[in-house]
């Protein structure tokens, strides 16, 4: 038999009739950027996670950067976040010309261990970039008081993590804003690139809406008003020259960026947010299944705090054979993958932070030992059984 580690393709037959409407009527409209797919699909987010604003955006990373953009962090400042993650988070800070600072993740979780948060935080620091690593959340409650004991931000990196929940309240609702990728091999993904951005803040909504469309328009008005202290009615109305169609289009106010979700990107989303709930639910069974199946084994299996609903983004395990194994399973016809093989503080583009190896060890065994098995929504039982008979009888 043989299984990949994910295979998309499988999911095209749910959506392949609405994709095709939706297409040929964004086609139709000839309404490429900024339409009425791309608003709903912001009320729908807003809805799905109960959060006031959802602004969409090209990627997840950009989502990163013009949230740490909205919140002013730049030169000079610090933003305390995982090694243990995608490139893009600390890419971002970087991005700003800020300073990623790395604490090390916990073996349990693979998160950031919210205990040595504290340790890191310096009168530089800004910020705090919790990742919700593989689609299990943070200890949000933690890394919430320790930010208002210090008087900085939360930012959390909830590109895997669509759905998750840390009691009770949705990922991505947790902190002062939040950041989501549609990267297509994420739990909601696009047929190309995407990202969200979420919070309940009024100004920081305003913020990332200007900076997505070059700082233009009524919300770059409205931050460029806030920045400065002026009154709303001191600066002419971007609008008031009637003659000339959507001039405040051509008004600009902040130094923004280009990073718009696309007509057709927002309509596929949309489509596939109706099966979010019932796809996350067989990642969680999967995984569970996975981690009963591993548990008397000498495979340490990822935990799952008690609190959380972890939507199993990725299944990945310890081993301390991890490449035997890998080789081992490749020969049964099972895909694995290594999420990840380089902590953040080790990567070459970092050297100018001069990290040395030994800086996070949590982060650096775990990057020798981890191993992500085949985990999506259709994933067959007879597959997923045959995954498990192979690794047990592998090691
Ligand atoms: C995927 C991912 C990103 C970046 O998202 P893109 O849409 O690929 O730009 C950021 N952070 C994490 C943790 C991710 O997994």
Redesign the pocket.
Known sequence: MKVELLDLSRSFADIEEEINQEITEIFKKCSFIMGENVRELENEFSKFLDVKHSISVG????A?ILALCALGIGPEDEVITTPY??F??PEAIARVHAVPVFADIRLDTYNIDEDKIEEKITAKTKAIMP?H?FGQTCDMDKINAIAKKHNLYVIE?A??ALGAQYKERMAGNLSDIA?F???PT?NLGAAG???MIVTNNDFLASYCRALRVHGSGENGEKVYNTLNNIAKNEIDEAGANHTIYNPAKYHNYVIGFNSRLDEIQAAVLRIKLRKLNEYNKKHDEIGNYYNESFKDSELIPPKVIKENKHIFHQYVLRTRNRDQLMTKLAEKGIATGIYYPLPMHLQKAFDYLNYQEGYCPNAELLSKEALALPIYAKLSDEEKEYVVKCVLESI
Do not use: E, P
């Open positions: 990627n997840g990373t950009d990163l993650t995608f893009a988070t990742v690593i990196d590109a895997q950041c990728s549609f990267h994420k690139d995407g990202g």
